[in-house]
């Protein structure tokens, strides 16, 4: 890790380490994107979202985009989950309106067509835009790097596309889990090699996306989304013993409990539909929670929002929390309205 230890503790870090900081820190999954005009600017000088994810100057751009409008406590790099598999050699295509497109993966056989080895070389820009981001972001600013969880990247390399049920995936694991365990086991393998590659270059804490962890049944969960996380930790901290793990198993329910637990990352994302209550009782007890305002709260805004928002901050800013949102912001979200919540979350005393 780059960053000295002269300096002060930033608040992200704080509440990642389980302290309390002087308020608590805010930051917004998707912080960065087309809700905003100077977004929107850049990236039509990128011309594709991945030329954007692998133009260093461009990503670092929009990456402090909302840092300068908002003033949020974290930097998320800009980048995206499916990188991973475009640099496996799988390639992604983005189109428009239409969401990721791959093509599928649904045998063993083609599994020798992915090259883990490959990944840091291809993704070269990615972490380039993480050591640019690591000395021009303010210095009370933390920087977050993040990769997909395997169940969630799988789900995309064996379905070929973004869908409802995760269907083509769950079909393999059903089908053969032996054989869907080798792809797992490859994206772990890939997954540890990425983040670690943003260690490297200055990423003070990492989140793991399992945005589809929810469509898992109990032993699955375990076996594709429990299992993986805890290996990617393990050896994420046997390098790097004080880096802060956020994890961020969506839809998870009450199996969150366990996960948390088991896992052993610092804190758990809490997605929209997350018991405050049970959540402060049987979750904040174990580390820090973060989360959880619905985005489409931050649509509507007003006093349902403040309401909502307040409600959050009772419930779960006594104890080691981030507020965040249940999931990303959405393009359609007034700027006006993320401003006046960061205001709320700064101004709001325990
Ligand atoms: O949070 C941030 O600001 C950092 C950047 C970030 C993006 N994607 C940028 C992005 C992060 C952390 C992600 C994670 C991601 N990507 C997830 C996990 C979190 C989640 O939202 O559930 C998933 C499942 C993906 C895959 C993905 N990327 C999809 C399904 C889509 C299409 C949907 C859409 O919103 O268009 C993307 C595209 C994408 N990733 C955009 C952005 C800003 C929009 C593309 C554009 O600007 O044209």
């Known amino acids: 890790m780059k960053n000295g230890t002269a300096a002060p503790k930033k608040r992200l870090l704080k ?21 905003l005009p100077e977004y929107k600017q850049v990236r039509g000088v990128a011309g594709s979202f991945l030329n954007l994810c692998y133009n260093p100057e461009l990503a670092e751009e929009v990456t402090l985009q909302p840092i300068r409008r908002f003033g949020f406590d974290a930097a998320i790099l800009f980048s995206d989950i499916l990188v991973v598999p475009d640099a496996l050699g799988q390639e992604v295509a983005f189109r428009e309106g239409e969401g990721p497109v791959l093509e599928p993966i649904t045998e063993l056989g083609q599994l020798g067509d992915l090259d883990p080895g490959a990944v840091k070389e291809r993704l070269a820009p990615v972490y380039e835009t993480v050591s640019r981001l690591s000395s021009s972001l303010p210095r009370d600013v933390t920087l977050i790097g993040f990769a997909g969880a395997p169940w969630t990247v799988a789900t995309y ?157 009772e419930e779960l800013g006594d104890g080691p929390f981030v507020f965040n949102l249940g999931h990303g912001i959405v393009p359609q979200t007034p700027p006006d309205h993320v401003a006046e919540l960061v205001e709320l979350v700064k101004n709001w005393k325990a």
């Open 15 to 35: 509440a990642l380490a389980g302290e309390k900081p002087d308020r608590p820190p805010v930051w917004f999954m998707r912080q960065a994107g087309r809700y």
């Open 157 to 313: 390399m064996v379905g070929g596309r973004g869908s409802p049920d995760q269907g083509a995936a769950k079909a393999w694991a059903y089908r053969a889990p032996d054989e869907f365990q080798q792809l797992i086991d490859l994206l772990v393998e890939a997954t540890v090699v990425h983040l670690s590659a943003q260690v490297e270059q200055g990423a003070e804490a990492i989140q793991i996306f399992d945005t589809w962890a929810g469509s898992l049944p109990d032993l699955s969960f375990r076996r594709f989304a429990l299992e993986p996380m805890k290996a990617i930790t393990a050896k994420l901290k046997a390098r790097y013993p004080d880096l802060p793990v956020i994890a961020f198993p969506r839809g998870a329910g009450p199996m969150a409990e366990t996960y948390f637990r088991e896992t052993g990352v610092d804190a758990l994302s809490l997605d929209t539909g997350m018991q405050l209550h049970w959540a402060r009782e049987r979750l904040q007890s174990l580390g820090c929670v973060q989360g959880n305002l619905d985005p489409l709260l931050l649509v509507a805004g007003g006093e349902e929002m403040r309401r909502q928002a307040t409600y959050i901050l």
